[in-house]
């Protein structure tokens, strides 16, 4: 693939196949740390980025690194778990564990679901807000078709989970693990004062709330009897956890409400019934802080109805302790609107101040359609919305439309950052939706001014550029029903693997001659040979990179959705809005909130700024890095070598002897590493850090400044995590 945007100091984005059968949408999403997840039908895909300490500039001349390396974890999502993986949630909180016959599969009310599962697809996935993790990272919630949601996490390292990339070491997802898990037999212990009968439930849905503090999050997820509940999630990891760990988690339910909606429920047989639910049907929007306490509104799709519920919670409560949670007893708000299934609601991850309210913006995919809509955070009175049927609001039936749109539904919608300075009455954003073809040009809206790409003409991402050339491509129609065509890698000749490209080569040296066998026949009659499924859309942690999994079918003839028969490709593309991001859109103001991971790869490829501590042309320190190396500097003039007892002399990011003997500087504290094992190696910059017990070996004195000032899991140099 061409660079991109090279005159804006980024670089290239490159796309990579799978091959993989998607089975559900919404199935792609990044995590806070920029990695990247992909679910198909029976498995999960993780990738993880490969970073650089060069300036984009440099790497663009020959030594650009692919976004993401070569080495991805890919673990199957059908196992059904045993309840015993709960166990140590009952221990930790002295709660006796439930005893009662398990049977794999099966829960809820539903006629087959309460019977037991043989299909346990993957139904959605998505992280859960930076820290729950080890090393401070964040883990990852699948969804499966039994109606189970099961949490995958990196377990303790075995000291061989890092490998050599061009030369620095870079982590690997092999201990990837299964932490615990709620839904069919698998249970969770209820809070004190929330006690209520245990039960086997069938999950439809789930949503992680956005980050409330360093202590740990919200999840909340719906049943089949239209019930939600909330769960507090925290944890605690030990540095030097034998191989495997998955760390101690306090999970409990603290909350939980019945979200019927205002509509009675139609009996299938009623001329009027329509089939509603969806597996993305929850939502959190941006915490409001108010005092010691902070406030989220959850939204939640129900029939022909989306609903709004206030969560507050307290932020003065102690780590691994049970939070303090108020669920309001009503809706604050609702919209009645005509909703078909899937149908979900994504929120601007912006709180505004309007006079004197508190707004929140945010869109709502019916999944056809795209409505906005706003909600306050100060309503008063939580009357909730009289019962009605659906003739009374004129939700009985969607709104006459294009028909093309209406029978292709939306599967992925991303909220750009807004602007500061300047208000629009809608969020922007941008959508796809699932069928892309010639015959529709809708597969792809945003309502951003797009400047034309320089080097194409272009408008949108280069994603979308893509797509749009592969469905356009179009043949005499007496070369494209022949059965010896293969035209499903037309339009993708980067994506083509070994034995493609010598069938390529092989065609190229026949001497088979179009003019020739088709001589007297019609050649101008064109038809179109692709077509293009786009399973989902996301954006990275600063929304300056969107991606999209689509897969390629062949147009003319059937064929067979498996492993060998479906190209599935992951495209990116750089978000350019043009003029000044970080006045115009409010792209520092996101920045501040990002991860160093993040931070890193909008700088390599959203176009982002640099980051403190990187490379050698940004190596400014703040005060209190400056004032932590202070401390040890009497400490590391006592160092000697261990190998001839010398004295040792810094040499740049090295400490050095007279006899040549060269050590490691720990990025923290300016100490040598005078020994193997002693130290964590950061995934970002690749500065190596001396570990908090070998600090307080080397200086006991300074247990305190230590304990208190030393991170256990980020890097001194630039913030980033740890990969061991």
Not at 7 to 13: E, G, M, R, V, Y
Not at 383 to 392: C, F, I, L, R
Request: a negative charge; proline letters at 7%; glycine letters at 8%.
């Amino acid at each position: 693939m061409a660079p991109e945007n090279e005159q804006n100091n980024i670089l290239p984005l490159e796309s990579f196949t799978l091959t993989a059968v998607p089975a559900s949408t919404h199935n792609i999403v990044w995590s806070p740390d920029a990695e990247l997840a992909i679910g198909c039908d029976d498995c999960v895909f993780l990738f993880i980025p490969e970073f650089t300490t060069h300036p984009p500039s440099n790497a663009i001349n020959g030594i650009a690194p692919r976004q993401y390396n070569d080495v991805a974890l890919r673990f199957p999502t059908v196992e059904h778990r045993n309840p015993e993986i709960n166990r140590p949630l009952f221990d930790l909180i002295k709660q006796e564990f439930p005893g009662f016959d398990y049977v794999p599969g099966g829960g809820g009310s539903g006629i087959v679901t309460s019977q037991g599962s043989s299909m346990n697809h993957l139904v959605a996935l998505e992280w859960s807000p930076s820290g729950l993790g080890r090393m401070n990272r964040s883990i990852l919630a699948v969804l499966t078709g039994a109606g189970t949601i099961i949490m995958y996490c990196e377990g303790a390292s075995d000291g061989m989970n890092a490998f050599k990339v061009r030369g620095r070491n870079a982590r690997s997802l092999r201990p990837w693990v299964a932490a615990w898990g709620v839904g069919a037999g698998l249970l969770v212990p209820f809070a004190e004062g929330h006690e209520t009968q245990y039960t086997k439930e069938c999950i439809t849905a789930f949503a992680w709330a956005r980050d409330i503090d360093s202590h740990g999050a919200l999840l909340a997820y719906s049943n089949d009897d239209d019930e939600i509940a909330i769960l507090s999630v925290q944890s605690k990891h030990d540095s030097n956890a034998s191989p495997g760990d998955c760390g101690q988690w306090r999970v409990e339910e603290v909350g939980r409400f019945v979200a019927e909606g205002p509509h009675p429920r139609l009996d299938p047989t009623d001329p009027d019934y329509s089939p509603s639910g969806s597996s993305f049907s929850l939502s959190w929007s941006p915490w409001l802080k108010r005092g010691d306490s902070k406030t989220s509104i959850l939204s939640y799709v129900s029939n022909n109805y989306v609903g709004f519920r206030q969560i507050t919670t307290s932020t003065s409560h102690q780590h691994m302790a049970t939070p303090d949670v108020e669920v309001k007893p009503a809706d604050s708000n609702g919209v009645c609107v005509s909703l078909a299934p899937d149908a979900f609601v994504t929120w601007e991850d912006l709180i505004w101040t309007i006079g004197e309210s508190k707004i929140c913006r945010g869109i709502i995919a019916t999944p056809s359609r795209v409505k906005a809509f706003q909600v306050p955070f100060d309503a008063e009175q939580y009357a909730g919305v009289a019962t009605h049927t659906t003739d009374e609001c004129g939700t009985t039936y969607p709104e006459p439309g294009d028909d093309g749109l209406t029978q292709n539904p939306i599967t992925g919608l991303v909220i750009h950052p807004p602007s500061l300075s300047h208000t629009t009455t809608t969020p922007s954003y941008s959508l796809v939706r699932l069928s892309a073809t010639h015959e529709n040009d809708g597969w792809y809206q945003t309502n951003l001014p797009l400047p034309p790409n320089p080097e194409d003409g272009t408008v949108g991402p280069r994603w979308a550029t893509e797509i749009n050339q592969i469905v356009e491509h179009q043949l005499p129609r007496v070369m494209a029903y022949r059965p010896d065509l293969d035209t499903s890698s037309i339009g993708s000749e980067e994506g083509l693997d070994e034995d493609e490209e010598m069938d390529f080569e092989l065609a190229e040296e026949s001497e088979y001659d179009p003019e020739e066998n088709f001589a007297g026949l019609d050649t101008e009659d064109q038809v179109h040979i692709n077509r293009v499924r786009i399973w989902g859309m996301t954006a990275s942690p600063g929304g300056g990179v969107t991606a999209a999994f689509a897969s390629q079918y062949n147009a003319t003839s059937y064929g067979r959705d498996t492993y060998a028969g479906v190209k599935c490709r992951v495209l990116f593309g750089k978000l350019d809005r043009g003029g000044d991001q970080s006045e115009e859109t409010g792209f520092s103001l996101v920045m501040k909130k990002l991860s160093t991971e993040a931070r890193m790869w909008e700088w390599m490829y959203g176009g982002g700024p640099p980051i403190t501590g990187i490379n050698t042309l940004i190596m400014e320190e703040n005060e209190e890095q400056s004032a932590l190396k202070d401390h040890f500097a009497l400490v590391r003039r006592k160092q000697v070598c261990s190998f001839c007892d010398l004295p040792l002399k810094p040499v740049g990011k090295s400490s050095r002897c007279s006899n040549g003997h060269l050590f490691d500087t720990c990025a923290t504290t300016n100490l040598p590493i005078l020994a193997p094992g002693l130290s964590r190696t950061c995934s970002v910059c690749g500065s190596k850090s001396l570990k908090q017990e070998d600090l307080i070996a080397i200086a006991p004195e300074l247990r305190d400044i230590v304990t208190d000032s030393i991170s256990a899991e980020l890097c001194g140099s630039c913030g980033g995590k740890f990969i061991n």
